[in-house]
């Protein structure tokens, strides 16, 4: 029993480590990261210049989680920019900052995406 226990681990781990996820899937995540930057932004009062630290920190863990998983799944640098570019498109913005910042992103003045 012990013997099969240990197999299914190894398999597992083995599955995990090769398979992994596609940088499509990271993409995909990047993009929802984006969304969610946006959307805090739309909410955000321009004139207030204070800024939430923790709120920042958070998007900043969650885009180097984002970076890692890329590099984990052996993404290209010109992979990432094709993926992410390709997913531009599906992003929005409500408030007039926002929409500045989208339009640098979709420049390419903010990520360099050109």
């Known amino acids: ?3 099969i226990v240990t197999t299914v681990c190894l398999v597992a781990a083995l599955v995990s480590a090769c398979g992994g996820e ?5 993409a995909d995540d ?7 930057f946006f959307a805090e932004i739309d ?3 321009v004139a207030d210049s204070t800024t939430d630290a923790e709120l920042i920190a958070e998007f900043e ?3 180097d989680e984002i970076d890692r998983r890329f590099s984990d799944a052996g993404c290209t640098g010109d992979e990432i920019d094709r993926l ?3 997913r531009f498109e599906e992003l929005s913005a ?3 900052f926002g929409q500045i910042l989208l339009e640098l992103v979709l420049s ?5 995406n050109e």
């Open 1 to 3: 029993m012990r013997l």
């Open 22 to 26: 596609s940088c499509d899937d990271v």
């Open 30 to 36: 990047g993009l929802v990261l984006l969304e969610d």
């Open 43 to 45: 909410t955000l009062d």
């Open 61 to 63: 863990e969650r885009a």
């Open 84 to 86: 992410m570019a390709e």
């Open 94 to 96: 409500e408030s007039e």
């Open 108 to 112: 390419g003045g903010l990520f360099g």
